[in-house]
Every structure is written in C-alpha cells, then in structure tokens.
C-alpha cells in the first residue's frame, strides 16, 4: 500500500505559534512542547478540544492528565475499534504518541467545580 | 437585403394596441376574413394586410390606457381568506410571481395577520417560521418565487418536515404559457412546482379558482397543524392572483376552520403497554417530540412518577424537565426490560448503536438492550411515512406499535398504567424510584466536574460560553431557541431546562443554515409572549444565510446570539481526520487548522462586525473568558431594551 503523505513544514510553523496560544506550557519539557504541536496537527483536539477536557462522553473523554500509563495509551490509540478511529504508526508514529502523552500530563489539574461559582451556584440541581 | 421601411416603424404601445383589436377583429368576424379575395399566386404577398379603419383609427389617435380595475381582484379575496386563520406574521423575499397576492395583503389587508417581514432568502424566512411555530404553537406562512424561490426553501422545508413542523407556504407562479411575460418570468414559472417539496411536505395543491383557493388554503392549514404536524405547499397561478373575481353564479364563501382533534392511540394496544410498564422490574420512558404543549411535559411527569421509571429526553422538545431526579442519560436503556418510546425520530438508534470505525468501511452496530427486552412505541408519525427520503431512519422491529399522537395518548396510557399497577408492585418501585434518585445526583456531579477541566482555558470552553450566558439571563423568562453547531451539548446538561419554551430543540434534518433563521424566528414570537431569547449560535450555520440578521434588527426581533466561533465546520473536520486515519494518510491541513476544504479561518470572519452591518449591537472577538460575562451582560441590556445583540466568542472546537 502506497501511503500518501503531505508536506507540512509550513502548517507546523503555523500550528506551533498556534498551540503556543492556548493553555500553559511554554516552559514545558521540549517533548511536551513538541507534543502540543503534534496534538494539534494529529486532529486530537478535534475531539478532545485543546486543552485534553474534552466532552466526557464516549465521542471525546477527558484526557488531560490521563491515568492510563503511557504504553496502555499508544496501544489503545493504535487499536481503538470504538468511537475514535486508530491512528497506526504510518500516520502517527511513537516518538510523536509519546510527546503528546508528555503535553496531556503537562496540563494543570483541573478546578473543582464547587470551587467554581458558576458551576457551584447556577447549575441544574434537583 | 431588403432595405428598411421606415415608414412601418410603430412605438410599442401603438402597435400592441393595434394587434390585439386587430386580433379580436379576427376574433369576431371569422366570415368577413372567409370572403377576403384570394392573393394572386404570382403576386407578392405583402408582409402586413393593410389596416381596416377601426385599425387605422386606433393607430393615430390617442391611445387608452388599459384598465385593471375591472372588479375585486382575487388576491383580495384571498387576503379575507387568510385572514380568518389568525395568522400574524409572514417572513418572506419578494418576488413577481405573488405580486397580486402581495399587493392585496399589504394595501387591502393593511399589512396586518399577517404582518409581512422581508426576509432576504427564502431558506431564511421557512426557518423563521419553523422556529416561531415551536415558540408559540401558532404556524406562520411564507411566500415564495414559484421556482428559483421555492428552490432556495427546500433545505428548511426538509428541516420543518423532519421536524414534524407546519409551515404554509404558498408558491407564485404563472401556468399560462401563451400569457405570462417572456424571458425571466417564464424561467421562473413550472408546471408543478410542488413537485420539489411533495416529497417533504404533507400535502400541496395548485387551486384553479378563487372558491378553490379558498377550500385548499383552509384545508392546508388544518392539515399542517393536524398532529404529525408538517409543511404544505400551494403553487398560486398569477392569473389567479390578478384577474377580477370570476362570476360562476354562486356566491364566494370562506370555509369555517375547525381544528381536528389529534390521533389517539388504539385503545387496546394502550391496555396492552400498560400492562406491560406495571409490570416491568426496570421500565425506562424515551421521549422525542413527545411533549406538543407544555401539557405534554405535565403528563409525562405524572407518568414516570407513576411507574417511578427514568426519563430520556433526546432533546427535539423540551419532553421532561433536566431538573428532575427521574431525568436520565440514554445509557439507562441497557439496564431496561420495557422500553416505551414515543415520537422517537430514530427508534432504531435508541435501542441499538452504530461506530464509525469498521475494518470494513461499513461500521459496527451493536445492541444496546438486553435480549427480551419489550419494546412499545407511540408516535404519530408512522401515519405519513413516505418513501424517498430516509427521515423514517432504520427499521426496529417492536412488540406494541401504537400509531398515534404521544400527548393524545399519554392520558389513557396513564389511566390504563394505574389500573394495571397492583398493589405488591408499590414497594419495588418506591425503591426504584429512590435508587434513580442517587443515579441523578451522581451524574450531576460527574457533569459538573468534566465542565471544570479547562475552566480558564482560551479559546473559550463551551462550557463555560454557556454557564456564562447563564449567568446573566437565569433572573428572566428565557428561552434557549437554539444551539447551532456543536456545543456538546453543555446547555441543556448544565441549565436547569423546566419550562416547555425554555428549550425549543434542534433543527429536525441536521440541514445546516437552521439556526439563524429559527433563533430569529422564534424570538419574534417569545418577543410577543415578553420572554428573553438566547440562542447559541454558530459560524458555519450563520454564513449559509445572515442577511436574516437584518431581518431581525429591521423588524426589532430581540434575541441574544452568542456565537460559538470554532472557526470551522467541524463535524466536517472530524469526518476527513476519520477518513484519513482509516487509510492510514496523515490528513493534509493545508495552511490551516482542520483538513483542507473544513477551516473557517484565514481570513477570520469578523461575526460582531457583519453583525453591525445590518443593525446590531455587537461586541468581539472574546478570546480572554475574563472578558466573557461583562460583554455578555451589555448585550442582555440591549436585548432587553428590544434590538438584537451578538457577542462574538472564540471558542474550543466543541
């Protein structure tokens, strides 16, 4: 099978600039560094939104600081047969799974939502 | 060549006006033509018989304008017709071919029920009458071009169908092809115009007479709001519209409009779900579009507190308020032994699934009950399925089928469930009941805490978009008209939803462009209610039509848009980046963010200033969440002073 690939030098200047203008990380590890790069130009946003919050539901979770260790991460992302399509190592190698591992454990720890007003005051309740 | 006679020059008029007397002399006097002497064969046959004097006369002296008042023209007639059906407003494009209808309706009918809106695109003013409808229950009526108008319509007439909307349109065109104008009118005239529609609409008709006109208009107005409710189409002739009303003899009337009680479900067939639910150990309720009225959302409460089963609510209506314990995700249906659905648009998909992500290319479906779990379905729309388009979804086999109207139905379903509840059953399902209970609160907590990840993050989360929208309308009688695009759906997870009108659903046909128009719509009836109209809007839907943005602030349409600015069609972009992955192809982003051919970006669309162009108050681009409350909060202030406002947000893809 001939496998199709794009030049992408230009498109990761830009994605580069672009992922250094959303979230913390700019004096991450190089390999996170790399890795919000990767994650942007690798689609993940695409449902898992920028900062890895995703929409917790089975079509985008939460993987910011994901608990999965980093092997268990490139084998799911090599073989998931459920809502989110694999990605095999023609398309996204190793070394670039293992930076954007990198960038999800980069990400701060989330709020709690009681700590929040909005989500602590004005959401439904029963 | 022969040379030019100038001397058989005409104007216009004068040689009009000579051809048809001499048309009609021809007309009249057929044997004053037979007895004309024969030409000689040898003899040049002249070009033009020369004039008789009545011909002669009219060509030099001074010709008579043709009269059009020659009596009530039917339009006007049909304006009396229309107005019997309190029918308040009527968003539309101009266009010739209803200019009769036209005429009539805004200097004999006064521009008054209806009120005529001047829409810029006919897609634009179907949409605002199918958001209008589910903000107060009442249709509108539209008029379009009979056919480059009616062809712009077709998406939002799809979406009104799916969406089990009335919407009346009636079509222009001009039938007599010897008559009508040449050139453009005659391109935008047709046979059957309806035929574009009929396969998407309930009905259509193509009267041939003002008492005609009178009978069908009527008709399809009680079709149209007759549960399955659904779009109709008239094509009105020009020659109708415009010509004097014809004397057959028999004095014109108006047929009295009585609305047709709603489809009620076989009563046998209820006994039997009923029996069924009593005697569930883990009944679960689905519903659709199940609640009409706000009565609907009345009668599903008594019945889930009845059985004490969950309710999901798929969300098309506003069925069953977010805020109540018994109110549940869609994964409850695994844990189920009866399933009772109703006015599901998709029942297959409620009970069985389907992945995206098969080796095959044909994807993965799996079953999401459990094996002999008992299916009962209402729904009123298995009483019009029709073939060509797919709306009628998968085929599920299910053990009762009760066609008929859920709302309708549900108060003999409640009757029949406590006659058929015994008296042992009533501890198991207070225990139920409470264990539903601490599976709500749970679920809460879990969807609170996933709205917090990424709290402060730009571009904005939508969570946080809509909580901050909350925030600054929670102290009004709001009205969530829409969320076009993909918000993941944090509005209706996170607002406390308890009230009919404060969710009006999606847009029926996932035809994108519904949400502008409907939002709009729908805040031209919430305005004559005093309800506050929020809508979440997105770009890519925006740009299908926004010159109904001008709609809005030329009519002071008030609504609050906030626009969910993600730069780029996105359901789009995660199709190619699946496609791609399956092919093992890194997918090609161009210079861009998402897959070639799905960005909305380079340049950025300026939403606030477009916005601006056409008479809003508009504030952006958001991009610090710091920032978001404070402008949202000035665009309440305008929105409640009766202008339309937008705050264009940057935010997270979904």
Redo the contacts between chains.
Sequence with gaps: ?R????P?A??LV??VA?AA???PGSALAASAEKGKAAY????C???H?????????SN?R?I?RTAMPLDAFIAFVRT?????????P??LSDEDLGDIYAYLQS?PE????SD?P??KN????? | MPKKDSSLKLNRRKFLAAAAVAGATGAVNPAKSATAPAPDAQQRLPSALPPNAHVAAVENGTPQMPSHDNGTPGSDFMVDVIKTLDIKYLPANPAASYRGLHESLINYGKNTMPEFLTCMHEESAVGMCHGYFKATGKPLMTLVHGVVGLQHATMAVYNAWCDRVPVLIIGGNDLDAAHRPPGVPTFHSGQDINAIVRDYTKWDDSPVSSQHFAQSFVRMYKIATTPPYGPVMMALDAVLQNEPIRDFGEKLYIPKFFPSAPPQGDSGAVKEAARLLANAERPVIVVDRAARTPDGVKLLVELAELLQAPVVDQGNRMNFPNTHPLSRPSNVVSQADVVIGMELSDYWATVNGFIDNGNNGFGQNITKTKPGTKLISISSVDLITKSNYQDFQRFQSIDVAIPGDAEATLPALIEAVKSAISSDRKDAMTKRGDAIRQAHAKGLDATKQAAAVAWDASPINTARLVMETYAQIKDLDWSLVSTAGNTSNWANRLWPIEKHHQWLGWSGGYGVGYGAPASVGAALGNRDQGRFSVSIQSDGDLMYAPGVLWTAARHKIPLLAVMHNNRGYHQEVMHLQRLSNFRNRVVNIGNDLGPIGTSIMNPDIQYHELAKSMGWWAKGPIVDPADLGPAIKEAVAVVKDGQPALVNVMTQPR
């Design positions: 099978m496998f199709v690939r794009v992408v230009p498109a830009a994605l672009f203008s959303f979230g942007i130009q690798f689609g946003w695409q449902c939104d920028y900062n890895g919050q995703g929409v917790s539901t985008g939460v910011a998931t047969d459920g809502a989110m399509p694999p990605y095999r023609p398309v990400l989330p709020k709690a939502a929040i909005l989500l004005d959401v439904r309740s029963q």
